[in-house]
């Protein structure tokens, strides 16, 4: 259950989801000083925190780390609202507040993504339904797709070649290549 970040933690966290790179401690800091007054020290604590809270993974480069963001911040705002959805007594009326707080623009994004969300389910549902529509389909079509699966009859029609003897083994094969001795002979 994430907690919301601090305010320097979503000024730092908003350059490295924007930035969408690994970042330094001092890349960060050169940013930030474009804004407040800060210490080189103050930033590299707060992104200390952030990889021990489990925000932004590290890896050393020299004597100093770059830290990558570990999830998007679409999830971690999701994510805030989820946990405070989830400990409302009555989850339907905080939606029906949460939704009158909205605006217009909003409200359009929300739609937007229900959109989407009932897209998924509803491909989700119909994925199986076709698949299955397709191979009914490709079973009435499957007679003449299947002298191309042959090819494991057609090598004992190659030893028919070589002794003259054998030649009503290949006529039974172009006999099974029609298709309909095959179902027969299944």
Avoid: C
Wanted: charged letters at 25%; zero cysteines.
């Amino acid at each position: 259950m994430p907690r919301p970040l601090g305010e320097l933690e979503d000024a730092v966290m908003t350059r490295v989801w924007q930035w969408n790179r690994p970042v330094t401690v001092r890349e960060v800091l050169e940013d930030l000083q474009q804004e407040r007054s800060i210490a080189y020290t103050t930033v590299m604590t707060v992104m200390d925190n952030l990889h021990q809270k489990g925000w932004v993974r590290r890896e050393a480069e020299g004597r100093a780390y770059r830290y990558t963001a570990v999830s998007t911040r679409a999830a971690y705002s999701a994510a805030l609202m989820n946990e405070a959805w989830s400990t409302s007594d009555n989850p339907a009326a905080a939606l029906v507040a949460f939704f009158g707080m909205m605006s217009a623009e909003q409200r359009e994004a929300l739609r937007d993504a229900v959109r989407v969300v009932q897209y998924d389910d509803e491909s989700v549902t119909e994925a199986p339904a076709e698949p299955r529509a397709e191979p009914r389909a490709e079973a009435a079509a499957e007679p003449p797709a299947e002298p191309p699966a042959e090819p494991p009859a057609e090598p004992p029609a190659e030893p028919p070649a070589e002794p003259p003897a054998e030649p009503p083994v290949p006529s039974e094969a172009e006999d099974e290549s029609a298709g309909p001795p095959r179902p027969p002979g299944r």
